[in-house]
């Protein structure tokens, strides 16, 4: 959801890390690699070596692969390639657009990765996660994460579900946790 | 919740005509007539003359008065006001804080308020609506406009709502529409 996109253009600076858990086709990867300018890096991960192909395929074409550090490895292992310190990472969850739907983020997983992400999140940073309980498998890993942030302490984080209410047939909805840095996001 | 005003800082431009139902104290006022700036118009409503004056003061101690537009009247009688075309407009429900808590907003007010300005909103822009369930009252409120938001269509507008998920006691919650302009916000 490009609402997404509104929230973490709000907190990212030139210059700063930030992470795309979930590449897939390279769309929240291009939004990441122009917000943090030539100073800035994105680390990108995704499961499937085709998603990877893809994003660097398009980020070249762009002008943008010099910003973007591609992985080919689960989310689950994010943590042994993150930096420091990151201002916002990104999670669209569910198969890969136009590949094998067999193939899915699954709940340990992605918790497990939004975990490692928290940990290096700077005050004032955020965290974005699409979900989609339209495809099988997808409802149980929506359940998981929200039971997953709900239980985060409220005097750091600011945890948010946000649904469409007027979207038939089961529209994604989008998790957003914030890092508090005194005041609310 | 300041959520709201990333949103709004993302549509709203120097020039533009926008709009907060229920001033209040003038937080939300004052922010949107530092958007908009010298070329831009804010109208603002309460329903209290307490409210008109202290956003007043406020307006002017910032040098922002002559921006904005106060009205003292009820959010339901926005339409003999609202100028033709708007790029957003913030509503904050409940009672005034610092006041009487019996003064309430209502959800066939609001939810008729909350028509005249889709009619008037601009492709691109958006409505901002916190509710808070937690005062007598407030619970049927939340419930009207979420009821009303609900049915509109879904090709013209989205429709969202925000809940907190890891906050205590009937933590407040926001809607937003976004009028659609050939590509979701």
Same sequence: chains 1, 2.
């Avoid at 999670?91 to 290096?120: D, M, V």
Wanted: hydrophobic content about 40%.
């Amino acid at each position: 959801m490009a609402i997404s996109h509104h929230l973490v253009a709000s907190v990212v600076q030139k210059g700063d890390m930030v992470v795309d858990a979930t590449c897939g086709n390279g769309y929240d990867t291009i939004f990441l690699a122009q917000l943090v300018g030539d100073e800035g890096s994105v680390l990108a991960l995704d499961i499937q070596a085709v998603a990877i192909e893809n994003t660097h395929t398009r980020l070249t074409e762009l002008g943008l692969i010099h910003r973007v550090q591609l992985i080919n490895a689960s989310h689950a292992y994010l943590d042994e390639y993150l930096p420091n310190q990151i201002s916002a990472a990104m999670f669209n969850l569910g198969y890969l657009p136009g590949g094998n739907h067999q193939i899915t983020t699954s709940g340990p997983e992605t918790t497990t990765a939004i975990e490692h992400c928290i940990k290096r999140l700077r005050p004032g940073g955020l965290i974005t996660i699409v979900a989609y309980p339209g495809h099988p498998g997808g409802r149980e890993e929506k359940k998981y994460v929200k039971d997953f942030l709900s239980q985060l302490d409220q005097k750091e984080y600011e945890t948010w579900q946000l649904n469409f209410i007027n979207q038939r047939n089961q529209p994604p909805c989008l998790f957003v946790v914030s890092k508090l840095d005194g005041g609310a996001l």
